[in-house]
């Protein structure tokens, strides 16, 4: 074939090449550079000591049903940030951009976990307190007649009369699913404690009604379960003792994320000195009030007095958003900005010469069409323009499924441990359209050789 007749055949192969060098310069733009589907999974004994005193009496996994809880985080990284995180040194920005872009869909896929503890712990606050108020109501009944009654046989007259731990649970159930569904206020779930006790000693006095005929709720129990309860839920509430479902959960998610904090602190310096909450926390003795009135006044004054009443959405997601970024940069934030920015300049070097050899094949066809030998060589981008999917990809994919596996024996526990809690992560990159491209360019390049190249290249 002579050179007039290879010109048609090799324009016409140039303009696919051209096409597929725009396609893989666009995607660059247009998809992100990078994408981690990260997949966590927390042990219930991660959260069990997250949640530290406030739910030692509770069972995070049978609460759960499960024995961890699984957050997907996706962490997209596009050119633009990239450019702007090496050009300004700074990858802040970047970062604070991808956390405010997970806090609403971590909110939510713990909202079906943290609804479930903060329920089962109201719940068994709730038990708890109802019953041994009642306890203390039948130890003081029986010393009143000078008979002393251990917990055994306190508990056995309990269960006789049909008051059992199931009974209790089951009541308090009602009583916080009622909360959780359609509100309340702290005097009203007050009142319902108490009506619980009170059916307590009225199921007592069926049972027995010559023995139990003068047992009465005294007003200092009363009033002990009220502090108890209103202590438990005046989180839960607003300025008013109004109880918002949603504000419940709320505040219950920030003072998990609180007691992660302080958890991590004090791991951070154990030899530090108590805080000043600690220093001036209140005394176990119960505060003496005359009268159950009085004991709705205290309840409402205490209500009125917390600093952390009705945590708002907006509030939540501010302190969830701070808490990632604090995950992110830890104690030593100027040491975790340097290695994250060279980091992202590294990724940045590997697109520049990725997609400079796709950029370099597009001029040399768009100046070869006007010259007469237009075959153009494709090596740059077969070499070049593909090996960013290699090293965002397909190794890392590789790596986090394969060598796990390979190195069960070899690697440490902890490596282990890590791998496994993010195990079903997932990498991206737009680097694979690049591949695609290469890919298909190798296909056309065999034709194109033998149709095309001149008998002198």
């Known amino acids: 074939m002579n050179e007039s007749k290879r010109r048609v055949p090799t324009l016409i192969f140039n303009v696919l090449f051209a096409l597929i060098c725009a396609a893989a310069i666009v995607m660059y733009f247009i998809s992100p550079v990078w994408e981690l589907e990260l997949k966590a999974k927390i042990p219930t004994e991660t959260l069990q000591k997250a949640l530290g005193d406030s739910a030692e009496d509770l069972d995070i996994r049978e609460t759960l049903g499960k024995d961890e809880v699984e957050v997907t985080l996706e962490l997209s990284i596009n050119s633009a940030d990239l450019a702007a995180a090496v050009i300004q040194w700074d990858t802040y920005p970047m970062i604070e951009k991808i956390a405010d872009k997970n806090v609403d869909s971590v909110l939510e896929q713990l909202s079906g976990d943290i609804n479930a503890i903060a329920k089962a712990m109201t719940r068994n606050n709730t038990k708890e307190t109802v019953k041994s108020q009642v306890n203390n109501q039948l130890r003081e009944f029986f010393a009143s007649s000078g008979e002393d009654k251990t917990d055994e046989e306190i508990n056995s007259i309990l269960s006789n009369a049909g008051v059992t731990d199931e009974y209790i649970d089951q009541q308090a159930s009602r009583l ?256 694979i359209y690049a591949a695609i491209a290469a890919a298909a360019l190798i296909v056309l390049w065999i034709p194109y050789r033998i149709i095309c190249k001149p008998k002198n290249n």
Do not use: H
């Not at 965002?392 to 069960?408: D, E, F, I, K, S």
């Open 176 to 431: 916080v699913d009622s909360v959780f569904e359609n509100g309340s206020t702290i005097d009203a779930v007050c009142d319902e404690s108490v009506a619980i006790a009170e059916d307590v000693i009225a199921q007592l006095k069926e049972n027995d009604p010559e023995q139990f005929s003068d047992l009465e709720l005294t007003e200092e129990i009363e009033t002990a379960i009220r502090e108890s309860v209103s202590s438990a839920i005046s989180d839960y509430a607003d300025e008013n003792g109004n109880i918002d479902p949603n504000d419940a959960i709320n505040a219950f998610l920030l003072n998990s994320l609180n007691s992660l904090r302080e958890n991590a602190d004090s791991q951070g310096s154990p030899g530090d000195t108590p805080s000043d909450s600690e220093q001036t926390a209140p005394s176990e003795e119960p505060t003496v009030i005359p009268d159950a009135a009085a004991a709705k006044n205290y309840v409402c004054a205490a209500a009125d007095s917390n600093p952390t009443d009705s945590v708002s959405d907006e509030e939540l997601r501010a302190e969830t958003k701070q808490f990632l970024m604090d995950m992110v940069y830890g104690e030593d934030s100027a040491m975790t900005e340097t290695i994250l920015t060279f980091s992202f300049l590294g990724i940045g070097i590997l697109l520049a010469i990725s997609l400079l050899s796709w950029v370099y094949l597009l001029l040399k066809i768009i100046c070869k069409t006007f010259m007469k030998n237009c075959y153009v060589k494709i090596k740059a981008p077969v070499i070049f323009g593909w090996f960013l999917f290699l090293f965002l990809m397909l190794l890392p994919n590789l790596a986090l499924n394969v060598l796990p596996g390979m190195l069960t024996n070899t690697l440490p526990a902890d490596i282990l441990n890590i791998f496994a809690m993010i195990a079903g992560t997932t990498f991206f990159s737009s680097a």
